[in-house]
Structure formats: C-alpha cells, structure tokens
C-alpha cells in the first residue's frame, strides 16, 4: 500500500502541472462541402492510473463551471454522429450530411473515475460547411472568351475534382482540379444553365444561367397568302430572324431602291417588286432574301372571268360553225368558199351578241371585243365531206384601251387554238 502514496501524489503533480493531459486534431481547420461526411480525426492523452468514464464531442459555445452538452444527444446530431475512437487513446468521429448549420467549433470531451480528472480539448476544430456556386457573367456576346468559377466559401481541403454541367449533362472533357470553366470564342450553343460538382461527391452546384447573345441570323421573309394580288388589295410579308436579344428593329427595302420602304416586323406590300428585310439588334444586323411580289392591274379579275366566258362562246361558235358547213357541203362544193366568208361575218355577230356591242364597249372601258377569225380551209374532196372539220382557228379577244387612264394602256388578250392532229391546210 505505501508505494502508492507518492504515485498518487505524483499523479495529483502531474494533474495540476497537466502534463500529460491533452487531446490533439490532426485538422484544426476542416472545409467540408454541403452533403458531405466529415471525419475528424482526434487523439487523447491523460495520466495513468485514470479510468476513462466518458469520451463524447460537443461544440461551442462553452460556458464556464457548466458542463458542455454531448453532442450526440442533441436531435440535430444525434442521426449523424458515429463516434470512430475508442475510450483509450482514439476519439475520431464522423459527421455525416453536413450543411451549413454544422459550421461551428467542435472540441472533443472524456471524463475520467477521478473528479477533477477530465478534460476538454481546446482549441478545438473549426468546421466550415460550404455550398458551390457557380459564377459567370450573366451574359456574353458570341465570339467572347468566359470564364466560370465554380466558387466555395472555404478551401476545399482535399485535391478536389471539378466537374462542370451544362443543362445537366456533365462536361466529360472538362475535368480539373481547376475550379474554373475556360470557354474560349462562345457559341450560341454554349448557352445554357452551368453547374459545378467534385468528384465523388452527391452534392451539385445550383443552376447558373448563361446567356450568349448574338447579331440576327437567318433573316427571312414569309408571306402571309398569296404573293400575287389585285391592284388595290396588299399583301402582308412578315421578317423573321434567330437572334438573341431577339431583334426589334426591321427595315424593309425594295430591291434597287437604297432607301427603305418600311419598318416593323410586318409590311403591306402594295406594289409588285422584289422586297427584303433587314433585322437589327445591338450588335449587329442581317438582310434577308427578297421575295416577289405580283400585283395584277386593274381588271385583272375580269380578264379571268372573261377568258373563261370566251372560251365557252368559243365552243359553241366551233359547234355551229359545224353544223353550218355540214349544210352547205350538202348544197355543193363551188359555193364553199363565198358561203364560208358570210359564216365568219355570222360568227362575228353571234360574238358580239355574248359580249357586248362595239358601241357599247366604247362607254364601258374594260368591255372587250372579240373577233373570230378561223384560218381558211377548204373540203379535200366531195367524197370525204363526211369527216371534214374545223382544222384551225384562233380566236383572239382584245381589250379596249383605256382613254381615262393612259398609265394602265397595256393590252390583254388571250390566244386559244384548237389544232386538229390530221389537219389538211392548203
Ligand atoms: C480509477 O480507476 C483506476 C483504474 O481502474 C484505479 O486505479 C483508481 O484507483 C481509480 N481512482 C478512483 C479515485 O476511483
Ligand atoms: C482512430 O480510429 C479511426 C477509426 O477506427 C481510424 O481510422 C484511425 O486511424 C484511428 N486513429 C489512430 C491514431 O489510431
Ligand atoms: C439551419 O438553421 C436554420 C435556423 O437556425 C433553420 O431554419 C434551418 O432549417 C437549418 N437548416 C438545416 C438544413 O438544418
Ligand atoms: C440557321 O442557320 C444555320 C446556318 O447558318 C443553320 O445551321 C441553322 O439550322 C439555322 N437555324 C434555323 C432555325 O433555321
Ligand atoms: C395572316 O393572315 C391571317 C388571315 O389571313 C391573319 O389572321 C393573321 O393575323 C395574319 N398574320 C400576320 C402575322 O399578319
Ligand atoms: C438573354 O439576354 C437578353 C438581353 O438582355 C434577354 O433579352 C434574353 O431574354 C436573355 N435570355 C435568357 C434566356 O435569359
Ligand atoms: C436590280 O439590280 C440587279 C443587280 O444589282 C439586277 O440584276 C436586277 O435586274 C435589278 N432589278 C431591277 C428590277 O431593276
Ligand atoms: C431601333 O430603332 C430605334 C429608333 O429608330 C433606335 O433608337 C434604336 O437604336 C434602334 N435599335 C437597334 C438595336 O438598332
């Protein structure tokens, strides 16, 4: 028994001069990111001759003369915790799912079966939980070089690997333990949302927005119905362009003319000709291929209708004219000739009998005329009068030129011939 009077007495030396007391971090300052597991590894030391009773971390603050609360009772911790050490020497832990909330100092305690023999280990580790955001200019213009920083609030301790995303897809090329994204001459196609990541770890950055802006491209035209219209009605072309920020500004110009004719993104073409468009934005502008557009004059409807009324009295003039040689083919070859020119002044009359009389037609400007005039022909023989018809004519409709309006003096006729394939012109 008397040997251990001075061991004890050593030891209480030993107690107040601490010597052997001690808890020691090989991290004092750890960076964790968001989501990870955090491993802080912890040695302890005391004098012999002590039992350990309990080993548990706490964090600040720590108040004086009360003691700490152990962490792993503590709801926010107590799911995470996982105590790795041991209750001799070992007092690592892990915590795991860290956010930002678990940024704080963290101090390993152990008490021992002696009153005054427990310790607490200061100064502790200073954790620091941080998130990744991505940082880039919200916009640039195609042909720029940028730069994007994958940015953490601490140093991240460990060789730690970027990983970029771009609209989610990973950047398989881009893999560095950089934290910056190098694009070099943008393209339209970089746009989109960025986002960082480290190797190895679930978490990924928020979402960053990169927008490329650029000059109007694939300026086009489109017509809204018809190119081809009537004097008088207009037609709607409309300017498109792929451009970023979208183009406000439109031009429109008629082909050889310097000036422009109009802006906006739509134009009313009143006038035939070859139009363009041009787009603008801030940096820079593009023109279009032209489109044609046909406006048909005046009576350009009536000529239609009146084409196709001809052609019907065309039709039934051939009838007749048939049946009116039939007849006289009857009565005898030598008359043919006189007889066929009173059948062209019939035809004549019957034509203006469908349309209206010359008389008429002068007080009506658009009231054409018409005229038949079938080519001569001549029966081959007596004997074939059977088969014989009408081999060719032409029938040909003039419109009257207008005294009122000079400018619109043009001519419009239409042309219809009726070849027979065995045709016998002499
Ligand atoms: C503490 O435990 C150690 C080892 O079991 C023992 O030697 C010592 O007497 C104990 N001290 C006290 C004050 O109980
Ligand atoms: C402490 O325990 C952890 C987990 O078991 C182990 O990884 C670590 O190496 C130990 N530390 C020492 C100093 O033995
Ligand atoms: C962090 O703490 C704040 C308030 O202290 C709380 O509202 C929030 O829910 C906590 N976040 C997490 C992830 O625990
Ligand atoms: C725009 O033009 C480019 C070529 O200059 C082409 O690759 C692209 O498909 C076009 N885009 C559209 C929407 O027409
Ligand atoms: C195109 O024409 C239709 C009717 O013809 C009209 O409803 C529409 O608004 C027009 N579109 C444009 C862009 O002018
Ligand atoms: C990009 O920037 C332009 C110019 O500020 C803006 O008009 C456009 O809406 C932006 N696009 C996106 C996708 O943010
Ligand atoms: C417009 O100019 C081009 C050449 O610059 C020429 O080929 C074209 O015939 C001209 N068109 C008109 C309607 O003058
Ligand atoms: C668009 O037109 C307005 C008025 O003419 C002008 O002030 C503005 O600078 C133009 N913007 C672009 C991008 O051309």
Not at 204 to 227: C, F
Not at 368 to 384: D, I
Request: a negative charge.
């Amino acid at each position: 028994m008397a040997p251990h009077l001075p061991l004890i007495f050593l030891l209480m030396i030993h107690r107040v001069s601490s010597a052997d007391w001690g808890v020691s971090y090989s991290h004092s300052n750890i960076c964790a990111l968001k989501d990870s597991s955090v491993i802080m590894s912890c040695t302890y030391t005391y004098p012999t001759g002590h039992q350990i009773m309990k080993v548990f971390w706490t964090k600040n603050p720590i108040k004086e003369d009360v003691e700490p609360p152990d962490l792993s009772e503590d709801p926010e911790y107590s799911q995470r915790l996982q105590y790795l050490g041991d209750k001799e020497q070992n007092c690592t832990i892990r915590l795991s799912h860290v956010t930002q909330n678990d940024s704080h100092m963290y101090y390993f305690r152990f008490t021992t079966n002696v009153t005054t023999g427990r310790w607490i280990g200061k100064p502790g580790v200073s954790l620091t939980v941080t998130d990744l955001q991505v940082e880039s200019p919200e916009r640039v213009t195609e042909g720029d070089s940028v730069r994007l920083t994958c940015k953490s609030s601490c140093t991240l301790t460990d060789r730690a690997t970027f990983i970029w995303y771009r609209n989610s897809q990973p950047l398989t090329e881009r893999r560095d333990t950089n934290n910056e994204l190098l694009l070099q001459s943008v393209r339209r196609e970089d746009a989109g949302r960025y986002s960082c990541a480290l190797h190895g770890h679930t978490y990924i950055s928020p979402d960053v927005q990169l927008n490329v802006t650029y000059e109007p491209k694939n300026v086009s035209v489109s017509i809204n119905g018809s190119a081809e219209i009537v004097e008088g009605d207009s037609v709607t072309l409309i300017c498109s362009s792929d451009s970023n920020p979208p183009a406000l500004n439109f031009s429109w110009f008629k082909e050889n003319q310097s000036s422009s004719v109009g802006s906006g993104q739509s134009f009313s073409a009143l006038q035939s000709g070859r139009f363009y468009c041009e787009a603008h934005n801030q940096h820079g502008s593009q023109r279009s291929d032209a489109v044609t557009v046909k406006v048909h004059h005046g009576a350009g409807r009536n000529v239609i209708v009146i084409t196709a009324a001809s052609g019907g009295v065309f039709i039934i003039v051939i009838i007749i004219m048939w049946f009116i040689m039939r007849k006289q083919r009857r009565v005898g070859n030598e008359d043919l000739t006189i007889k066929q020119s009173d059948l062209y002044s019939d035809v004549s009359q019957r034509v203006s009998v469908h349309d209206e009389p010359p008389s008429e037609a002068d007080a009506v400007n658009d009231a054409p005329y018409a005229s038949v005039k079938p080519n001569r022909f001549r029966a081959k023989t007596p004997e074939s009068s059977d088969t014989e018809e009408i081999q060719y004519a032409t029938v040909q409709y003039h419109r009257k030129k207008e005294t009122n309006r000079p400018e619109d003096n043009e001519c419009q006729y239409d042309n219809i011939r009726v070849h027979h394939p065995d045709a016998a012109m002499k």
